[in-house]
């Protein structure tokens, strides 16, 4: 099976690295999430956050945030393992990767801070 195509196109097809794409377009269109998604046993990390335009605006998704009650009720059996993660190695982790800060402060996700938030601080909260 293919992996459905992005929201708003409809010939443009989801590459495999780009999982929460798919995730996001099953969900929407009342999917099983991972359907056409890729053949795996292991899924890690789907997130995306891409720039859509210079306005900062960014299209994100975060399967295990925004996702997660759809993938829990299509996969009730599956195993999820919970990562955590020393917010101030994090922040020093996701300073390092270009602008991937700007990119998670534009997001306004689920669970998130909006763009008015000193990410710097965040950790201390």
């Not at 495999?16 to 053949?39: D, M, S, T």
């Amino acid at each position: 099976t293919h992996p459905p195509p992005p929201l708003g196109t409809e010939e443009e097809e989801v590459k495999p690295e780009r999982c929460g794409k798919c995730i996001k377009a099953n969900i929407v269109r009342k999917r099983p999430p991972l359907e056409g998604c890729g053949a795996f046993d292991i899924w890690s990390d789907c997130s995306y956050a891409d720039w859509v335009d210079k306005t900062y605006d960014v299209d994100c998704y975060f399967p295990m945030l925004q996702g997660l009650a759809e993938i829990h009720a299509a996969y009730p059996h599956a195993t999820f393992l919970l990562g955590t993660r020393d917010p101030d190695t994090w922040y020093k982790s996701v300073s390092k990767w270009g602008d991937l800060e700007d990119r998670l402060i534009h997001c306004n996700a689920t669970g998130f801070p909006n763009g008015n938030i000193n990410v710097h601080n965040a950790s201390a909260r």
